[in-house]
Structure formats: C-alpha cells, structure tokens
C-alpha cells in the first residue's frame, strides 16, 4: 500500500497556537484543518481522510478529554497528539488510558518537536492501516488454509488447485523445501467430494524400507520380526479419502513397484498376505527433486513417474516472489503473536524492505522461523531491524558486492527502487550523525535548504536523534501558555 500525506486535525480554542501549529505542519507537507471549537473539531474528526488529530486540552463547552475520548470512540484508528499548558502526570496518565499517542506541552521548545511528534503518530497510523490492508487480503486468501500469495505465479497455483480438486486424478506437487507443498495437497483435498474422508499424509524419507512398506500396506501377524498382530496400512485407513505421499523420489525401487500396483489396480496386499485389499483413494505426492531428471537418470521408475505425473502443481520458490512476503510476514506475525500473547502489531518499513530482499533459500518455512524469533525477542509492539538475524540486518544496507547479491533475485526496477532507497537512508543517516543531529548543519552539508532535508528525513523514515518517548514525564511545573 503507497504512503498517502498525512491529513491532521488541529483543535485548539487559542487561535495563535492555532495558526503556529497549522503553518509547522503544512511546511511538513501535510493536509491541514484548523478548528478553534471542539464541538466543531470533533464533526470533523468522522472524515474518513483524517489519520492524527492534535486537541488541546482545555477548551470551552467541551474539554479535550472528552473530545479525545469521543474520537476514540468513532474512530479508533485515528492517533491523538494532546497539547497542555499544564502538564501533570495524572494528565498524562489519563491521556493515555484514553488512547492518546503521546503529547506536547506549551509553549514548545521548538518546532522540531511538534512535526516529529506528528510524524512519528502518522507512522503509526500508516502502520495500522498497512496491517488492515494484509489482513483483508489475508480473509480473501483464507479459503487456501495457510496457502497464502497474492503474486501472479501463486494466483495460477491458486487457479489450478480449484480446476483438479473436483477430479480424482494423481497430482505430483514439486517444489523446493519449505514452499509448502503439503499445504497444497490439504487444499486440493478439503476442496474435493472426499473432503468428509479422511486426509493421511506420510513422509517417505524418514522411514526405513521396511517399515515404510509396513506403514503403506500394512502388514500380518508374524510377517517379520517384531509383527506381533495385523495392522493395517495408511492405503487403507485412507480410504475414500486422500493420501498424501510426500518426498515421494525417496521411494526404494522395490517398495515403487507396490505403489505402481496400487495406482494400476487400485488395491494394496499387507507384508505377508496372499489376498489384495481393494481400496478407491487418492494419490498426491510431492518431491523437492525432478522427478523427470531421476527417471532419466534411472533413479526412479519410468511408469510410476507416468501414474502420478497426470497433473502436475510447480510451486516457485519464496525468492522468486518478493511480492508475497509482506503478505506471509503479517500473517506469521499474527499468529505468534497470538499464540504468545504479545502485543506485537506490526512489522516496520526498515525491517519489510529486509524481509522482502532476502533471497528466502529456505522458502516459506524459512521467513516463518524468522517472524517466529522475532516476535519472541522484540520488546516493542512493532518488529524493527534490530529483532532480526544478522544476515537479515546486512542486507540490503552492507554496500558493495553483498549488497547487489542480494537484490539480484528480485526485477530490475524493484531491486533499483530498494537499492536507492537503502543508499539514500544510509546517506542521510551518515549526514545527520556527522552533524551530531543538528538538522540545519546536515541540511547545509548536503546541498539541501532546510525544509526540503527535514522532508527527506521523514520520507526515508531516518530518526533525528534519540526517539522522544510517548507520554515522556512532564516538567513538574506548569507552564504558562
């Protein structure tokens, strides 16, 4: 979702403070509307367009609390900056408790601290609203389980699972690990007439020959050492349902000529029966290899390979689809959120932009582990830069070689937009740290007049300096308005 400008509700019955504060804003480039009523101020605050209102706190007819709390009430999303010629602490604890973003105390120290304060509110707002967007689109991709995409070559992976779920036909899914190739067999399945039968899923590799033949077929009672009574094959309690064969080119030779049998006949004999079994189930099997390149090579069978290969799902590795990590981000990020119960909300643009340049050789599984880590370590309700692994953090900002190798998975234009922006960030951050934060000295050290740099700041989100704290402690005297 593109950055609009931010739209600012000003509120404050004190017309210089008014017009001080509407003009610091409008020179940050943001929409203004200046109301010096609170009864007016808050018909104001229902226009959809309006993402942070700054209130004053006291106002005639009605106070800046309860326009706060009104506001909140209406529009949650909105953020609430409140200014005071008489910050307390009991004032900030009560702005807080009613939703407010933080607050400004009058007069101001200097205007640095008025559009910053905006801004970082903004953020937040922006933040919010990019969560929204995810979890909408998430709603849509949600009759996919957890298969989620929105790029052009999982929407043909979405297209095709809805086209061969109504058929009993093999399906032969490949795909590298970790791109969730389980999940699309659980999808082909619950989208089927056998979707009230059962779905089994089997991992070929991690059994041995015989006990895989044993866990397929089944096998009788003293057919081999340790078969102390009949048991009955997953071919069988998947029946008018589904299997699910994963890792399928890990299959000895001998255990492929029974499965070709099962396919051919649609019947399975147990290790050690004489008489069949007839079974009516559906085959799905996965590889993470080529299934074609080992048949030409000999290391798996010609007609078996042909038997399942009637339909076959390619799913693209995560790195060649940048486009669908935001998506998948959101999506862990609120479900380990959720499993632990932290208050974490949002994932932020630095921390995005190294997520959706990583090149992801561990595809899906891989962003997972990373969003889990991330959601345990952070201390903040939004994931940043610094919750994320080391190679993460160095890529794309290290510079160099490191940094092209890192962009060269994704197209031309999006790896030249990520390149500039990181390059741009890293100048202004360089700029502002040799000024020792002082915003007029980088300002004239880059060529740039005042108001031009302070816009670049906030459109590469570079900090100027420590953060202010949100309802940082007041002075502990009033100050005059």
């Known amino acids: 979702m593109s950055k609009r400008p931010g739209k600012i509700l000003v509120v404050d019955d004190d017309k210089v403070v008014l017009r001080a504060v509407t003009e610091i804003l409008q020179r940050e480039g943001y929409t203004v509307v200046a109301i010096d009523d609170a009864v007016e101020g808050l018909a104001a ?37 409140m200014m005071t010629a008489f910050a307390t602490v009991e004032t900030a604890v009560e702005a807080v408790k009613a939703g407010a973003y ?17 801004a970082k509110a903004l953020e937040r707002k ?15 991709k949600g009759q996919f389980e957890d298969l989620i ?57 991690a059994l041995t020959d015989t006990l895989l033949e044993s866990e397929l077929f089944g096998h009788v009672k003293g057919s081999f050492t340790g078969a102390t009574a009949n048991k009955k ?76 290969n009637v339909i076959t799902v390619s799913l693209p590795p995560l790195r060649d689809r940048p486009e669908d990590v935001p998506l998948l981000a959101g999506h862990f990020l609120r479900m380990y959120a959720g499993k632990m119960g932290k208050k974490v909300t949002g994932i932020s ?18 962003l997972e582990n990373v969003i889990e880590r991330a959601v345990v370590l952070t201390s903040r309700e939004v994931v940043d830069v610094e919750d994320l692994p080391q190679q993460l953090r160095e890529s794309p900002g290290g510079g160099g070689d490191v940094e092209v190798l890192s962009l060269a998975h994704l197209p031309y234009a ?31 050290a880059a060529g740039v007049d005042r108001s031009n740099f302070r816009r670049l ?25």
């Not at 922006?126 to 909408?136: A, F, P, S, W």
């Open 45 to 81: 605050s229902k226009d959809p367009t309006v993402d942070v209102a700054v209130l004053d706190i006291r106002m005639p007819h009605l106070s800046g609390m309860d326009l706060l709390r009104a506001i909140k009430q209406g529009r949650p999303d909105v953020e609430v900056v």
């Open 102 to 118: 933080d607050y400004l105390t009058k007069p101001f120290s200097n205007i640095d601290e008025v559009s910053l304060t905006v």
């Open 126 to 140: 922006q933040l919010k609203d990019r969560t929204r967007v995810l979890e909408e689109q998430l709603s849509v």
């Open 149 to 205: 995409g929105q790029s052009g070559q999982m929407r043909a992976v979405f297209k095709l699972v809805e086209t061969v779920s109504y058929s009993s036909a093999t399906v032969l899914i490949q795909g590298e690990s970790g791109t969730g190739k389980e999940l699309v067999a659980r999808a082909i399945h619950y989208r089927s007439p056998r979707k009230d039968k059962p779905f089994v899923a089997v991992n070929c590799s």
């Open 233 to 308: 094959g997953l071919f069988e309690a998947a029946d008018g349902g589904t299997i699910f064969l994963d890792e399928i080119g890990d299959v000895p030779p001998a255990t492929q000529v029974r499965l070709l049998r099962v396919l051919q006949e649609g019947e399975v004999k147990r290790v050690g029966a004489n008489e069949t079994i007839k079974v009516d189930v559906r085959v799905i099997a996965a590889s993470n290899v080529d299934l074609a390149r080992a048949k030409d090579q000999g290391k798996f069978r010609e007609d078996l390979f042909y038997r399942l």
């Open 349 to 366: 643009p630095q921390a995005m932009e190294a997520l959706v340049c990583h090149r992801w050789m561990g595809n899906v599984r891989e």
């Open 414 to 444: 999006e790896a030249k937009r990520l390149a500039m922006r990181a390059f741009e960030r890293r100048y202004l951050s360089a700029l502002l740290e040799k000024s020792g934060h002082n915003v007029s000295s980088a300002a004239r």
């Open 457 to 481: 700041l906030k459109q590469y989100e570079v900090v100027r300096g420590p953060l202010q704290q949100p309802m940082a402690k007041p002075k502990a005297e009033p100050m005059s308005a």
